[in-house]
Structures are given as C-alpha cells and as structure tokens.
C-alpha cells in the first residue's frame, strides 16, 4: 500500500516537473515588437544620403571627452573652438563662430538655439558615455529634419532607458585642469527601465600662447593680444534622466529631463590698457565668465500598429539662461564690472508621426510638428547709458511626407518633402530625391538630388548695433525685415561597397552644393542681408577594414573646395566679404580645408588589455571670419589610448585608461591664432557593479 | 489439434489485422482548448481518411482512460495524462524532445512521439545559409541542453558554440552580456526562464546594440524582432501526426519517434536590412535548408 502511495506521489513529481521543464508553450509563446521600424537604423546602402556612424566602441576608442571632438571623425568635418570653452563643428569649412547651417539632434529634439541658430555644445546636458552612436548626414535633408539642414545632420542617440542595469563611478585626470567625475546608475525592470547620469567636467580649455609660433615675430604677435589670452576654462555640473514604460507590447512612453551649469571661461585680454602701457583701445569683452543654465524635459510615446506601422508623438521643452556681468574699456577707460547681459531662450516643439508600411516593398512615414522659439535678452551698459531688452517669439509649422519605395530588387527610391510656414511670413518646400541602385546585394551607388533651406536666425534679423561681451542679444528692432531664407541645391553621387573576402567597407560621395541667397553681414547696410552665392565641390570616403574582429581601422578623407561671388562682393565696399587669405581671394574657398583626413585604428590585446591610436589632417585655411593672423596652418595630430579591464571582486568590474592627445606634439593653433593645442594627457578610471 | 491451433490463430490476427485496418478508433487529447491545440486537431481530422473513427477529448483533465486503439496526445500535459492513466498505445504529438525519455520511463505500454523541436543539424543548415560569415554561435540556457550534440553539428561548417549556462535568479542581464561579448549570432533555445513576454524585450535591444541577430524558435520571435527562424507550425506536425497514424492502422506498430519532417521558415526582412544582411528569399533558402540535408545525411 505504502509503495502505491509513493509510486503515485513519484508520478505526481514527475508530471509536477515536466510541466515546470521545458513545454510546448516556450516554442509557442507570443511577444511583444521589439525590433520595431523606429528603433532600427536605416543600413547606410538604403539611406537616401551619406552616412556616416559613429558607434560606443568607436567613442570608447577615440579617447574624446567632449561630444564636439566626436566629429572629427566624420569626413569633412571641421572641428574647432571659438574659445577653448566654445566649440564650433562645420561642415563645409567655416561661417563664423556659430556654425549656423548645420540641424543637431539628440534623440530626435533639435538643438540649435535662438537667437544665434548655432549649438551650444558646451552646455549639452548629456556626456559623451551617455551616447549610444551618432548619426551624420553628410549633406542637405531638409526633406526629413527641417530648417537649418542645410549642410548636413548630426543624430545624437543617447543609449536606452534598459541599456544599463547596474552602477558606474569614473574619475578622469590630466593635464589642463581636466578633471571630470560621473557618476551612472541604471535599473532594467519589467515594464520600466531607467537610468540617470550625474556629471562634473572640467578642463582649461587651450593652451596659453605665449611665444609666437614659427615664422612669427614675437611684435606680430604682441599686437592683436595673441599672447597669454586663452582665458578659456569649462566647468559643467549636469544631470539627465532617462526612463522607459513599457507596460504592454504596443505602447512605449520615453520620459527624459537633464540639466546642466555651465561656467564657460571667455572674452579677450587684448587692448586692455594696463600701468605698463597707455593704450587708448576699447575692450568690450575682457576676460569673464559667461554663466548658463540649461534644461530640457522630452516626453515620447510610440504605438506599434498593425503590419509595422507606427504611431509617435514627441513632446519637447528646452531652455537655456546665459548671463554675463563685465568690466569694459572704453578708448581706454576701465569701467569697473558695470555691464551686466543676459539671455533667455526656450524652444518647444511637438511632432507627430505616422510610419506606415504601404505595401512589403513602400513604406511611408508622413507627420506634423510645431514649434515655438522665444527669445529674451537684456543688456545694461551704463557707461554709455544704454539700456535694451528685446523679447521675440517665433512660431514654425511643419508638415513632412517621406517615402520609400523598393521598386524593383535592386532600385530603391527615397522621395520626401517638407513644408515649414514661419512667422517670418516664409513658406518653404525643401524636396528630396535619391535612387539607391544595388548593383549586386553589396554594391550601391546612389544618385539624389535635395533642396534645403535654411531660415534666418533671430540675431540675423534683429541683428544688434553694440554688441559687448560673449552673448549675442537680438536688437529691439527687426533690422532685417526682408531677409530671405538661404538656399541650397545639391546633387550627388554615393557608392557604398562591402567586400567581404577583405572584410572591408568603401563609402564614396562627389557632390556639388549651389548656395543661393546667402546671407552676410553687410559692411554698409550694418545688418544682415542676402546675397552670397557660392558653389562647393567635393569628393570624400571612409574606408573600413577589419584584419580580424579584434583588430579593425577606419579612414575617412575629404577633398573640398568652393568659389563664391565674395571677390565682386567685397569689390562692391562689402569688406567682410573679402578674403584674408594672401594665396585665395575667394573667401569662401578659403575657408575650406581642402583636405582633410583621420584615421582610427583599434586592436584588442591578449590580458584584457585594449589600444587605439587616431591621426588626424587638416590642409592649412584661413576662417571664414577672421583676420590673416589666424591664418589656420596644417594640422596634424596623433592621439592614442591604452585600456585594461580588470575584475576588482566578484560582479565588479574596472577599467583604467590612459589618453594621450597630440602624441607627437606638433602644437597647432586653429581659429584664433592664439588657441595653442600642445600635447596632453589623461587617465580615467571607471568602476562598474 | 496444434495445427487447428495455429490456423485458427492466423485467422483471428487476420481478422483482427482487418479489423484494426477498417475501423482503427484514434482518441485525440489535447493539452488544452486553446486554438493552438484546436488547430492542430481540425488539421488532423481533415487529413485523416475516413475509415478512421476520430474522438477527441478537448482537456487533459477530461481523459480517464477511455478504451481506444490508439490515442494521439497534443502537447506535454495531455502526454503525462495519458502516460499516467492508461497503457493503450500513445503517440505524444507535440513535445519537446527532452520530455520524451521521462515520459517513456513513466508510460506502459507501446509509445511513441513527434516532436516539436527543430534537430540540431537543421539549425546548423539554417545558420550556415542564411548567415554564412558568423561563425560563433551563442547560447543561453537554463535548463539542461545537449552541448555536445550542438557542437558536433556546428563544427559541420566549423562554427563554434559559445554556450553559457544562466548563473542566477536575476543574472540575466550580465549573462546575456557575456554571451554576447563573444558571439556573432545569438541562437535561442526554447526555456521560459531566458526567453519570455518580460525579457525578450532586453534580450533584443540588447543584441541588437551589439549588432548580434538573434535567431529565435517560433514565427513570433521573428515579429518580435529576431532575425529568422526555423520552426514547424501545429499544421505542419498534424499532417505527420496522421501519417504516424495511418502506419499504425496498417501495421499496428507505432513509427519510431520523429522529428518535425515539414518546417518552415521565417525572416524579418527589416532586421535584416537593418543588420546590413543580405538575405535570400525564404523559397531559395529553404531549398538549400534541404539540399543541405540531403548531402549530409
């Protein structure tokens, strides 16, 4: 009897477990769309332009601290600092310190601001360990990103709400002043994920100048203060927050918010007058500290519809307060801190958008956004008894269509427009159309042909009459009424090749940009007016090869040159328009590098241990809006990076890294003359668990 | 006397031989009512032939050892039922493979089984078609697995097995992780505890970060984001189920146990595209799937 017994209990366990083991329920389970269209990227052989992706490993590998830096690796890319605080990345050379034609996302929430239309990249709330890869168009798509796509697109995608689930620590240190301490958590939950990151970066900026560098004699230098004038140090203290709710299968809520507290160290220290000399100058921006506040909030939900299609919405507020309190010298009187300036900008914007798969071969995605900029300014500066606050609010509505149709196996058509209607009373229709042909399933070549415009700033319109210090306040008045936004054709040709017996990648492009309706500051009108044209031509590639997949190196290089109606401008008294540049009248032209290059190889060493070593070139030019002392000659540089990881106990893991920038100090000088780029280093370590 | 015997047996197993032939009874127990098992019975009902006399007994729990000639259990639970209550002849249709040599050891009498699990082989011909330049394979598992057996047919086209074991409750994340540090191609094996409605989410995003595809076990991994998968749909082992069948009807002995003979396959063209992968239409790899099967067999 008792046997019986077991013998039934046994056979209880058994079913017991097999139902617990492994059933036909785990083959025949249901999920939730993961992989939905909006979270996959477009394949570079598909994208309706040139493309080009920087990824974690490739950020790692760099050794880059800052999110501007990243752009050197991008082809054709020109990356420099206005003051060492205050960069500047242009496609297509140079403007002036606020590279203006250029749209910057970050997760989709653009970050050009009023007045200026530039970025502020020092003031991003985010680091460069929160970015999970960045995205480059290389040339015009108004047609999908709106206003101020003119020259290319940089896509910040921050890494997911689930990306981390644990904590890190790292601490970085060298040379000047670098000194930055994050601090990352992130928790992975069933229906919602997060992670937050908390930051203090700081650095010094350049080095200071304080020989003039060959060629130059110590007078040349002394004049325009060139020499020990690099005060150009940056402090950040910022946060950001990134959350994810997922509580079915068909909804997706991205909540994000971060802050950040920019001390950015500016102004010039030439034409101070001082015991030692009596000079009768005027300095309306000395040495000071420009401090900005800057948040955002951005709120997303994605439905996934039947058959692929997707429904989203996105919310955006972003704010930024800037503010500055000087001294000034006025034809050589030293007014004591009187002048006081400051600055609030806003943009919100909401976008909704409809991907729907049309047919398995067309897709469409179409939607909607509007957006307001608004613009505040003070300025108080009493020792020339003027006092102005200006206020402007700028509504925008856009509506955008994009289709992509595979017409046969090997043809692709990209076809897409945008129409933005602003307050300026503009109504624009930037077009686009690229045919990608797959040659064979690895070769492309892509022909497209786009129209974008780029809509004048506020401080273009209302272009201020005394400007002192860093900030750029509009005027009270619009001074521009019938400023026209620029406008620029392009047309291009891309071949894309994957070999994979060398297990290497080629990207070529050859373009043609035409610039029409130019805007520039008028020499004799004393505001902004249209006029330029100009035409730029270039070739680029990127090459990738990997000898294996721990042993990889990738190549870019850009050949660019332009010509505009500069020499008949400036021949016609507009004198901002002529060139600095002895070996070029041209002023557009010159200001392109004609070429350009860099190289990042990575090799992963036996002993956890990793190296990278980057180079980077850059054919000599001269800025576009400055004088023939900063006069920008060839820059070459080398960087590298050793790493090893390594378990610290059981779970926690580190990494110690040493960054060596400017290996072989060739000490260049790029923008301003006096911003001096020596060798430097760092190490940064990191605690994960 | 012997002789009448033996004549008179022959006659009776003849005419039981015909008797079992023309009106064969199949009792049908399906693991639940659930239109997965209600698929499958509706596929083998119209594929059998008339003279089959077909019953079917919709849950488990309802099965209490009704006399039949031969029971076609759908899914584990309605195989243990059986197994457990009755030694009339069963053939287990739908089960994993792992589950067999337990339930064998539990059941009296004749038994056999189709299973719903792809062989190894065939999940080495789909890698090696579709994704011919991956040569590590990564597995994550928590429950027991035939390494070995997976190894062997991987070395075929010298891919390597890069399996690891799940260490923890909540390890997941870290597991996944280091699987995926080594891996070109990430293949999942059916196990509840790696791959269900909460985790299949990070187990995708995360791969995909890591510019891994994920080759999964059902059409619903595909629409989740899984790059393809090979699998054979509850219709597809139905048709074998009947073949299975009308064998015992003519020989009154139950096949050997099977793997699925029909399967099919699926592949998000998206992912694909979005992994840079260039992939044949499903016809054309399903042909080399076979070719492949032929010659290595």
């Known amino acids: 009897m008792k046997s019986k017994y077991l013998a039934i209990l046994c056979l209880a366990c058994k079913a017991g477990h097999a139902a617990d083991d492994v059933n036909e329920s785990d083959y025949f389970q249901d999920f939730p769309v993961v992989l939905s269209s909006s979270r996959l990227s477009q394949p570079l052989s598909d994208a309706p332009n040139a493309m080009t992706v920087i990824d974690r490993k490739m950020i790692v590998a760099s050794g880059f601290r800052t999110i501007a830096d990243l752009m050197k690796l991008v082809p054709g890319m020109y990356v420099s600092y206005y003051k060492g605080s205050q960069p500047i990345v242009a496609y297509h050379g140079t403007t002036d310190e606020f590279s203006r034609r250029m749209q910057v996302l970050i997760d989709g929430r653009s970050v050009y601001m009023p007045p200026t239309g530039s970025v502020n990249w020092a003031d991003l709330p985010i680091t460069v360990d929160d970015i999970e890869r960045i995205e480059v168009i290389r040339g015009p798509a108004a047609a999908s990103y709106g206003a101020n796509s003119t020259q290319g697109v940089i896509s910040i995608i921050t890494r997911d709400a689930g990306a981390m689930d644990g904590k890190s620590v790292s601490y970085t240190r060298g040379d000047k002043g670098i000194n930055d301490v994050e601090a990352r958590f992130g928790k992975r939950g069933d229906a919602y994920d997060y992670r937050m990151t908390l930051a203090y970066t700081a650095d010094n900026g350049y080095d200071n100048l304080t020989t003039p560098p060959n060629g130059y004699t110590l007078a040349t230098f002394k004049a325009p203060g060139l020499l020990n004038n690099s005060n150009d140090s940056n402090q950040a203290r910022l946060f950001n927050y990134r959350g994810d709710y997922h509580p079915n299968g068909i909804d997706r809520y991205d909540i994000q918010f971060g802050f950040n507290h920019d001390v950015q160290g500016v102004g010039f220290s030439d034409k101070n007058p001082g015991p030692s000399n009596s000079y009768l100058g005027t300095n309306g921006d000395p040495f000071h500290n420009l401090i900005s506040n800057s948040d955002f909030v951005q709120l997303g939900w994605v439905r996934q519809l039947e058959q692929g299609a997707e429904l989203s919405l996105r919310y955006s507020h972003t704010r930024q307060d800037q503010s500055e309190a000087l001294p000034v010298y006025l034809v050589g009187v030293y007014y004591p801190g009187p002048v006081v300036q400051s600055l609030q900008t806003s943009r919100d914007e909401i976008e909704v958008q409809h991907i729907l798969p049309l047919t398995d071969t067309n897709r469409l995605v179409y939607g909607a956004a509007y957006q307001i900029d608004r613009a505040g300014g003070q300025s108080a500066m009493p020792p020339i008894s003027l006092y102005y606050s200006s206020s402007y609010v700028y509504n925008e509505y856009r509506l955008f269509a994009h289709d992509e149709w595979r017409i046969a196996p090997k043809w692709l058509l990209n076809l897409g427009s945008m129409f933005e209607k602003n307050d300026l009373g503009q109504f624009n229709s930037s077009p686009r159309i690229a045919l990608n042909y797959h040659v064979t399933p690895k070769q492309t070549l892509r022909m497209g042909v786009s129209v974008a415009y780029r809509t004048p700033s506020m401080a273009e319109t209302s272009y201020p009459m005394i400007q002192p210090g860093a900030l750029i306040i509009p005027a009270q008045t619009v001074n521009s009424p019938g400023l026209q936004p620029e406008k620029l054709v392009s047309h291009e040709i891309g071949y894309l090749g994957e070999f994979p017996d060398w297990a290497s990648t080629v990207d070529l492009r050859l373009y043609r940009d035409q610039l029409s309706n130019g805007i520039y500051p008028s020499s004799t009108a004393k505001s902004f007016v249209n006029g330029m044209s100009g035409e730029y031509h270039g070739l680029e590639a990127a090459v990738k090869h990997e000898f294996d997949p721990d042993n990889s190196v990738t190549v870019n290089f850009a050949h660019a040159w332009a010509a505009s109606n500069g020499v008949l401008l400036a021949a016609g008294g507009q004198k901002v328009m002529a060139s600095s540049d002895p070996l070029n009248s041209d002023i557009l032209g010159a200001s392109i590098p004609q070429n350009s290059a860099s190289l990042l190889y990575m090799l992963r060493l036996p002993l956890d241990y990793s190296f990278s070593t980057a180079a980077y070139y850059q054919s000599a030019m001269q800025p576009f809006d400055r004088g023939a002392i900063d006069y920008q000659p060839i820059q070459r540089r080398v960087d590298v990076r050793i790493a090893r990881t390594f378990n610290v106990t059981a779970g926690v893991k580190g990494d110690v890294a040493l960054v060596l920038q400017n290996l072989l100090n060739q000490a260049y000088t790029e923008y301003i003359a006096s911003n001096l780029f020596n060798r430097r280093g760092y190490v940064m370590l990191t605690v994960n668990w | ?297």
């Open chain 2, 1 to 297: 006397m012997a002789q009448a015997k033996k004549i008179l047996a022959f006659v009776f197993l003849l005419l039981c031989g015909i008797a079992h032939a023309k009106e064969l009874r199949v009792l049908m127990v399906l693991s639940d009512s659930t239109p997965l098992y209600l698929n499958f019975a509706k596929s083998f009902s119209q594929n059998l032939s008339t003279d089959i006399r077909f019953d079917l007994i919709q849950h488990a729990e309802d099965f209490n050892a009704q006399k039949t000639d031969l029971i076609v259990s759908v899914g584990v639970r309605a195989a243990y039922r059986v197994a457990e209550k009755t030694s009339q002849p069963l053939l287990a249709a739908m089960i994993p493979s792992k589950t067999y040599a337990d339930l064998r050891t539990l059941k009296q009498g004749a038994i056999s089984a189709i299973y719903l699990d792809q062989p190894w082989r065939r999940q080495a011909n789909l890698l090696h078609v579709v994704l011919p330049e991956r040569k590590r394979i990564g597995v994550l598992y928590s429950a027991s697995l035939d390494i070995p057996a997976m190894r062997r047919e991987l070395a075929l086209y010298h891919d390597t097995l890069i399996a690891r074991h799940l260490s923890g409750g909540d390890t997941l994340s870290a597991d996944l992780d280091d699987v995926l540090v080594e891996s070109d191609v990430l293949l999942a094996v059916p196990d509840n505890e790696i791959y269900n409605a909460n985790s299949i989410r990070n187990i995708l995003l995360s791969s995909y970060r890591r510019g891994i595809p994920l080759v999964g076990v059902s059409e619903a991994y595909v629409r989740a984001g899984a790059l393809c998968a090979i699998f054979s749909t509850p219709e597809q082992l139905a048709v074998q189920a009947v073949s299975a069948t009308i064998t015992y009807a003519r020989t009154g002995k139950l096949p050997e146990v099977q793997f699925p003979v029909q399967y099919s396959i699926a592949v998000n063209r998206t992912v694909a595209r979005a992994f840079g992968l260039v992939i044949e239409p499903d016809d054309a790899i399903l042909l080399q799937i076979r070719k492949l099967s032929g010659s290595l067999r």
